[in-house]
């Protein structure tokens, strides 16, 4: 089945500063790649999402970047605000009913 | 538009008592998943409905652990018999279908945070 790995575990940036968080996967099926913002207490939130026959995405400061080849995507995060401290997961699907493969997560701190 | 819902967002449970944690889909939507997340982990994959019919159940951890969505709609996750192992947060997630380009995104509710004691 499906393994996805994510680093770093924690992320302490400045804030104004950027942040980078790495995942790999280990399926060549799996064809789309969400990553979840979640917060204290809350449900994980969808914000951004990649699908196999894209390379970059881009909305407003967070894009993500998609290596088909060496099967690994990245969230970048520009000009971090306190607002985006939470936990982030990124996730691979491939064929089939969509069920979701988690990474491990990355407790991202920004510090003003 | 409301999101998905859950309920209750907490329970405490004996060990060895049963348990039944609802979950209120985003109107519409066909598929539904339940994940399990343990304590400083990414939720894991429990079960999958399209509509009523459930299709994937390879992430149960055990035979205690049921799950029925009957009308396409609401679904219960029921573990009967808990044990302390079975402490989590219990996310519920749906999506509108399967098939399209914007098929894929899953919306999760809030979770129910289940303590066996």
């Known amino acids: 089945g499906e393994n996805v790995e994510q680093h770093p575990s924690t992320l302490s940036v400045q804030e104004g500063d950027s942040a980078v968080i790495k995942c790999t996967y280990s399926d060549s099926a799996s064809n789309y790649f969400p990553w979840y913002k979640q917060e204290l207490g809350k449900g994980p939130q969808l914000i951004i999402d990649?699908?196999?026959?894209?390379g970059e995405k881009k909305d407003q400061r967070i894009a993500v970047t998609l290596n088909k080849t060496a099967k690994h995507f990245s969230l970048h995060i520009t000009e971090t605000q306190p607002e985006d401290s939470a936990v982030y997961f990124c996730a691979a699907s491939g064929a089939g009913w969509g069920k979701l493969q988690f990474g491990a997560g990355t407790q991202v701190v920004v510090t003003p | 538009g409301a999101g998905v819902s859950q309920s209750p967002r907490y329970k405490v449970a004996k060990r060895g008592q049963d348990v039944a944690l609802r979950c209120d889909p985003i109107s519409g939507h066909v598929s539904l998943f339940w994940y399990q997340q343990a304590l400083g982990q990414g939720p894991e994959f429990l079960t999958y409905?399209?509509?009523?019919?459930?299709?994937?159940k390879s992430g149960l951890p055990s035979d205690r652990f049921f799950a029925e969505r009957p009308e396409g709609s609401v679904s219960t996750l029921k573990i009967q018999r808990t044990q302390q192992e079975d402490s989590a947060v219990y996310l519920c997630?749906?999506?509108?279908?399967?098939?399209?380009?914007?098929?894929?995104?899953?919306?999760f509710g809030p979770g129910t945070r289940l303590t066996v004691t």
């Open positions: 997630a749906s999506s509108l279908t399967l098939g399209g380009r914007s098929s894929y995104e899953q919306y």
């Open positions: 409905f399209q509509n009523e019919a459930q299709l994937d």
């Open positions: 990649i699908r196999s026959n894209v």
